[in-house]
């Protein structure tokens, strides 16, 4: 579902990425982690050109990612994204916000639009708060909004960065959970975070990252029971 080949991107004379190549088969679950500023935000926005590459070759579900003709609006709504923040439009009732991108990218009718949200949010177990604002909403809550509103496109690929690092402690595991239950369902995920409990849960693959390099890519339970660098020996010691 997603390729990447002998990716390498690079900020001026920095290189962020440094031939990185891996495949996430459908359905498959990949963390990535890794120390902070080893290049896996950039890696997983360069999924859905969120970032671009200067070499290499990015494929989702068949269409090629770093080809000038794609159209990345057609592209971008196959693929979802999560981030640290938020980012639901804070003058929006969440309603509105799931239904937004709906009816302007996928041309659904508003009637359409809506069912499938509130689908969704009764999902995620919002569907109370349909017509609250974000910001009357827990940061719990918004994460939940804005993976709901991410699969109101019925992306083929989930892809989410840090989700839970900005929560309180007690709302990171209502959208771990969410995240689990996406993940039990078979969708394809790539999984950017440092909660370890979720990574052994549901990841069928780690990969860590340290300064740009994917140096493993490695399945789970050999990742947490023998891994191969010492980075990653080194990394999992002050984590765990
Ligand atoms: P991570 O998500 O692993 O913390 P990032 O992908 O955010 O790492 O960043 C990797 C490296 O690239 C860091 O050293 C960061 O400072 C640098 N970087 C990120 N974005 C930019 C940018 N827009 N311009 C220059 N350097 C950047
Ligand atoms: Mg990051």
Not at 17 to 44: A, F, H, N, R
Not at 125 to 154: E, N, W
Not at 159 to 176: G, H, I, K, R
């Given at each position: 579902?997603?390729?990447?080949?002998?990716?390498?991107?690079?900020?001026?004379?920095?290189?962020?990425?440094?031939?990185?190549?891996?495949?996430?088969?459908?359905?498959?679950?990949?963390?990535?982690c890794?120390?902070?500023?080893?290049?896996?935000?950039?890696?997983?926005?360069?999924?859905?050109?969120?970032?671009?590459?200067?070499?290499?070759?990015?494929?989702?579900?068949?269409?090629?990612?770093?080809?000038?003709?794609?159209?990345?609006?057609?592209?971008?709504?196959?693929v979802?994204?999560?981030?640290?923040?938020?980012?639901?439009?804070?003058?929006?009732?969440?309603i509105?916000?799931?239904?937004?991108?709906?009816?302007?990218?996928?041309?659904?009718?508003?009637?359409?639009?809506?069912?499938?949200?509130?689908?969704?949010?009764?999902?995620?177990?919002l569907?109370?708060?349909?017509?609250?604002?974000?910001?009357?909403?827990?940061?719990?809550?918004?994460?939940?909004?804005?993976?709901?509103?991410?699969?109101?496109?019925?992306?083929?690929?989930?892809?989410?960065?840090?989700p839970?690092?900005?929560?309180?402690?007690?709302?990171?595991?209502e959208?771990?959970?969410?995240?689990?239950?996406?993940?039990?369902?078979?969708?394809?995920?790539?999984?950017?975070?440092?909660?370890?409990?979720?990574?052994?849960?549901?990841?069928?693959?780690?990969?860590?990252?340290?300064?740009g390099?994917?140096?493993?890519?490695?399945?789970?339970?050999?990742?947490?029971?023998?891994?191969?660098?010492?980075?990653?020996?080194?990394f999992?010691?002050?984590?765990?």
């Amino acid at each position: 579902m997603i390729s990447l080949k002998n990716v390498s991107k690079w900020y001026g004379q920095f290189q962020v990425l440094k031939d990185c190549t891996t495949q996430v088969g459908k359905g498959e679950v990949v963390v990535v982690c890794g120390p902070s500023g080893s290049g896996k935000s950039t890696l997983i926005k360069t999924v859905n050109a969120l970032e671009p590459v200067q070499q290499g070759t990015i494929m989702v579900d068949g269409v090629n990612v770093t080809s000038k003709a794609t159209d990345l609006a057609k592209l971008r709504s196959k693929v979802g994204m999560v981030f640290q923040h938020f980012e639901l439009f804070p003058h929006l009732s969440i309603i509105e916000n799931l239904t937004l991108a709906q009816i302007k990218v996928l041309n659904r009718s508003k009637e359409e639009a809506n069912e499938k949200a509130l689908g969704l949010l009764d999902r995620v177990g919002l569907l109370a708060h349909a017509d609250k604002f974000p910001g009357q909403l827990s940061g719990g809550q918004q994460q939940r909004v804005a993976i709901a509103r991410a699969l109101c496109m019925d992306p083929v690929v989930m892809l989410f960065d840090e989700p839970t690092s900005a929560l309180d402690p007690e709302m990171v595991n209502e959208v771990l959970d969410v995240m689990v239950e996406l993940a039990y369902e078979g969708m394809t995920m790539m999984v950017v975070t440092h909660e370890m409990g979720f990574a052994r849960k549901v990841a069928h693959r780690i990969l860590f990252m340290d300064e740009g390099t994917i140096i493993e890519d490695t399945p789970k339970e050999q990742f947490f029971t023998d891994p191969q660098s010492d980075r990653a020996k080194d990394f999992l010691a002050k984590i765990i």
